[in-house]
């Protein structure tokens, strides 16, 4: 569904990105994992259309998306779930929610129900202000934002970070939920080890701007695998 | 860094030599013709009243050029645009003295644009030509004043309020926008009104800022202080953009003229073009010139000016009339002297007479200013002024007012011998009041 | 009626010297004798065969080709007043209006209508036409404003019978500021018959402010100042203290205490004033501000064009009324109406232009958004400048923008009125817009993260471009609006731009209600104090306030407050 | 702090070789007005040095601003204002040196008060007939007026455009103020009329070239005052309060004061431009208060390059000499010159043309390197320069200068 090829990524004179390869299929969830600052935020800015590849490509349902805009891939069916969650503080949660809204048309506008059923606090908010929500709860309100926009291809960055446990396993359940019911392709960046090795199909280890690994969950019991995300 | 060094040093000496070094290739001697220099604001707060005068100077200088030119040569108008800046006033002026090299300079509306360029004027020997009504207090050898003085404008203005024809008014609102010209004007009104016998609970004075837009308060203002069972007349020393609105607050607040008429110094035909005055019919204005004067001069100045500009809806008004009189001087006193140097032209321009546009003669007085003719005026329906009366003669310019004390000793006289921009009849000597 | 028209001022100096002099008597027989005459003359007038009448009508009419100056006018004016023929209302307003005309070849006299470059001619009395004649063929008789007064006194008492009450209210204020003890009779009379009780009012305290000025007795003087003092608004304030200073006794402490009475009153509405002042220049602000909340507020551009935005606005305005003038003057009224959505339009495109052309390069440098604003903005106001020339551009009032009504002693302007409900209503629209619409929701989005906005799907460039151009086109109605109060010159925007930002600052950038309340509470402070401070002084304080006030609170009136803001 | 590196590498020399300029200027140009005959093509006509000393002294505004901008993130557009202040504290000085020459030759009063009816001398002006104590003044006026001001401000932590918008009002209120006649600095008209200075007659060549002098000598000082706040270690605390306040406040620096100290040093500047201009250009008005005046001085500054030390001047004695001579040779249009010209610089030379110079000539490796640095932080994987920093960026009223510095339009 989702492929990246040899895509290399400068900041300058700086690299981020080297020649990375990478697959996402659809009703898979794929997990990106790595240390800090091996790439692996450049690499789904650089997926949803935020960073501009220096070369290589990502083509999406095989079409190439090198040269479109972050809100074309969004209107292609790429919704993002950025580190940080970057909701609108300003706006309430449900209008939060309808801002997933734009790509879709008049007669699909709707929010559609499993977002409140995975994530029953967002209805019980609708009227708040999304920046008074807590860390969990705005991820919550991150993830449904990103589900109105009925998305083929779901890039998640870091969803666990800085979040209680609890959340954590309602977002877990959230995440197979949408690989099993909705047949949604996952692409999940992550830190948090054993949240990886529970919900991936195949995971992806990074390391300076390279993947250096790719292979089914199982294989982060292994110590050569292991020995790229000791810190 | 060898390289950087010199190029940085081009750099900076560019920077700082630019300015003349474009000049001073534009800078070049013309003989053939003789240039003359138009000073005004082409941009700016300003230009809404300036750049007609620019406009009405270019006319003159086709039109006396069409006519042969002056002394067997051409003159060439050069036009600079002060910005409605004053400093730059003064910069421009040394420009088109120093670097043009121009014979007269023409311009100047607002009192400051003139203060700005007087130091200039005199310190270069070279003749301005101010062409607007100004609050007077002032004479100066290089400068010739074509606009009203006061006593030209503002007390016959008053004399007729007062008169059985003018309503008999009793008590005065005097308003004005706060700067010197409303500010001298004022206090000049305020003691010749006192020695008529006006109380001084019967003289309001307000001032409001220059551009001001909000009238509401002023005008209610002024309909209080008309409602004491006096007859109630404002004399309006509103300036520029602040007319517009203030009128259309008069209008709306309903004073008409028949109660409480506006005698305005500053409005002529061209503040009204941007009006509707219907509901002003009455109001009135006093000036040296309207364009409605029925005389064969007017109509041909008139409909030159409609066919230069090409716009048969612009109107002329009184300072258009004052450049038309000061170039006609000017003109007249280079033929007298037969060259344009500023020494003996300045000479020459004292006596030098010519017709007006109201269909008469003004003469340059020894003091620098003109005679002239006072019209009071009513608003019509049509954006033009109705004369309702005008002075049986020529008024002189009076240049030191005779009602505030520290001038009504002072005269000017640029003649040879007394040459004095501020004699003191009292103490007989040239130099102001002094200590006494 | 010949003497109708007296001063009321030199009437109390002649009375009350009778008065003094002891020969009150005589004085009063003479007053009396002359009413009697007039109210014979009055109704000989209306018995008399018409014809016989119109021809001593034409005959005085005739001597206006005769009069020299306005004195001589004046005489002839007063003459025809005198008749009291209800004939002579047409002339006479005819005079007033300047369209009284003397045919140079026969010395006739016309009604002049103009049209073109020749002028119909209609008959004084009839009104039935005469023929034409070129301009150059007929003077006008000139008039001033004395004599309008007179003219206007003259009618006054002429129209007390007219059909249509709105002339017979107008002849009673007349009447009522220019009180004359010979106006008590016809007055009396027409009390006798109004059948309108509004009417009848009006006509009763022109009576008694006449019968001040009579030698009535002191008792009827005491009821009429009763009268008018109940009447309580400024013109019985004017009559009374012209009466407490030319008489003595009772009348005078009556007087006294109605004036002290009224002016108690009228300083309470002096304060309402102040505040309707306050919250009309509020309206003002807001509508110059109201675009820039968008464009500065909102999108966060230190937009310093936003005033060319309202100049071309009111140019637009200029441009719709010119065509109509010249065009299809039938539709003058609703010329601003039709301005609107051009004005919007113009001034839109023109924001869409410059945020496509030269903002969008800009966006996370907003400081030198202000920079390439401020050309734009030189740009623009010497464009105007060039095409439609330095000088003030005409735009009329509408008839229904033109004077005002009262309510109780506050005289409001139908302008300002509504200049105040359309900022309202501007207000309440984009209020609407940005919160109840999908495309105020992207706006919002594309505002406050314009990464995650795109990422969402939302088109940023178009949301930043239409959201310009919706704060430019709102600024371009702020031009329409303001083109009624305001010079149309392209100056115009210079004026506006720094209160535009002290508003907006004020209220708390981004948020629209803050620029609601700053507006009004701006404006409102500014009337309270111009009347003691000066407007100068008066808009230094607030600045001067605006400037503690941010100390204060640094995020302006309504800042952001919350975790929101700094998540 | 990198820009700071970078200056400390190569730009020492440009420093010295603009001091050397000026100084130069400021023997030579006299000189060649002074001795060489008036036919010779060496001869620099009298105008022009009055021209280019009114230059100067903008030049020298601009670099004060360009202190307070440029390297502390403050972007006034009150800077008129102290520029105004000075002058106005120079002219009072001049008004008094009339004595009785005026036209009324009252010795006690200035010729405007004479007409305004003024009895008597009014407190303000007492002392100004010293020139010391006008000197005290061209220095003291502006800088209590900007160190209460900032006092205020920086304490409330107003910041970004609220602050740009108030030092507006500040300038916008003093304008009216000065308007009134009833103040007693002469109202619109100003002071006007100078005679003499220190006794030397303001018109004469001699005291042109003087005056020409001393704004030269006087921007080459400050040229270097500049360059020693900058390159020192409270110049670094700047730029960080610069490019993160709040950060620099959490490291325990006060940067209010920082903050405070840079704006008042800057408005003592403008005072003594200012205070230089008026005997040159001959008249002190309030319009030099106009918001329009200040925003100017931005527009100079930002066209030179902000951030740099020879950026505001060129700016400065560019734009000023485009616009003497566009409106003298294009009167009607230059108006769309100078826009134009604001616009292309904009969105050409964001960084002015120092900035476009520097990156011309192969410095742009350094500068590369800073950019890189802003823009992602040193780590690129770094989540781009955290949230503090973009949200401080985004949020309306939050962005100042403070933000990160090119952020790509979409």
Redesign the interface.
Known sequence: MLEVSNATLHYGAAQALRGVSLKAGAGKITCVLGRNGVGKTSLMRSIVGHHRLTSGSVAFEGKALDRSAAYDRARSGIAFVPQGREIFPLLSVRENLESGFAPLKRADRNIPGHVFELFPVLKQMLARRGGDLSGGQQQQLAIGRALVMRPKLLVLDEPTEGIQPSIIKDIGRAIRYLRDQAGIAVLLVEQYLDFCRELADEVNIMDRGQIVHTGPAEDLDRADVRKFLTV | MRGNFSTITKMVSAGMVAAGLLMSVQARAADDTIKVGILHSLSGTMAISETTLKDVMLMLIEQQNAKGGLLGKKLEAVVVDPASNWPLFAEKARELISKDKVAAVFGGWTSVSRKSVLPVFSELNSILFYPVQYEGEESERNVFYTGAAPNQQAIPAVDYLMSEDGGSVKRWVLEGTDYVYPRTTNKILEAYLKAKGVAAEDIMVNYTPFGFSDWQTEVSAIKKFGSAGKKTAVVSTVNGDANVPFYKELGNQGIKAEDIPVMAFSVGEEELAGLDTAPLVGHLAAWNYFESVDTPENKKFIADWQKFIKNDKRTTNDPMEAHYIGFNMWVKAVEKAGTTDPDKVIDAMIGVSVPNLTGGYSTMMPNHHITKPVLIGEIQADGQFETVSQTPGLVMGDEWSDYLPDSKDLISDWRAPLSCGNFNVATGKCGGKGTN | MAKTAKRPGEFLLQSARTQNSNSSGIAERMILLRALGLMLLFLLANLLPANAAEADLRAIIAKFAAAANFSATETVVRELAATGDPLVERPLAALAEGDLYVRKADSLVFVGREGGDSVELLDPLSGEKSGEAAKGDITKIKVNNTLRRVIRDALGTLTLRAKDPAVRIAAAATMFKTPDAANIEPLDAAIAAETDANVKALFEQARAASVLVSDRPEADKLAAISLIGARGDRDALSLLTSVEANSQGAVKDAATAASGNINSTLAFWDAGQNIWYGISLGSVLLLAAIGLAITFGVMGVINMAHGEMVMLGAYTTFVVQEVIRNSFPGLFDWSLVIALPLAFLVAALVGLAIERGVIRFLYGRPLETLLATWGVSLILQQAVRTIFGPTNQEVGNPSWMSGSFDVGQLAITWNRLWILVFSLCVFALLLYVMKRTPWGLQMRAVTANRRMAASMGIKTPWVDALTFALGSGIAGIAGVALSQIDNVSPNLGRGYIIDSFMVVVFGGVGNLWGTLVGAFSLGIVNKFLEPYAGAVLGKIVVLVLIILFIQKRPRGLFALKGRAVEA | MITGRFFAA?AD??IA??IF??LA?AIIVPLLNLAVSPASAFY?????V???G???CYALLALALDLVWGYCGI?SLGHGAFFALGGYAMGMYLMRQIG?????????LP??M????YKELPWFWYGFDHFWFAAIMVLAVPGLLAFVFGW??FR????G??L???T???T??LL??F???DMGFG????L???KDILGFNV?ADATRSALFAASAVTLALAVFVTWAIVGSKYGKLLMAVRDAESRTRFLGWRAENVKLFAFTVSAVMAGIAGALYVPQ???I?P?EFE??NS?EV??WA?VGGRGTI?GP??GA??V??GK??F???L??????A??????A???FL?KGIVGM?DAW?GNARAL??A??AE??GT?????AP??IVR?A?????E?S?S????????
């Open positions: 190569g020399r440009r070789i603009t300029i000026l200027a620099v006509p009298s105008y022009i009055a021209l280019t009114k230059y100067l972007l009785s020459r005026g036209v009324y030759g009252n010795p006690l010729d405007f004479v007409f305004l009816n205020f401000a409330s932590r107003v910041t455009v609220y740009s918008i108030i507006q009002a500040m916008y209120a009216l103020a308007f009134r006649n109202g619109n008209n100003g006007t009329d100078f018109q250009v001959g008249i008005n319009g918001p329009s925003i931005v527009v930002a020879v001047i060129i004695l560019l000023n000499a003497s001579w409106t003298g040779v009167p009607e249009f230059w108006l769309f100078l826009g134009g010209l604001f616009v610089v904009t969105l964001p110079w000539r590369r390197a950019s890189i823009e992602a780590d690129p994987d770094v989540p955290p949230k949200s960026a985004r949020t309306p009223g962005w200068t933000g990160p510095e090119p952020q790509p339009a979409e």
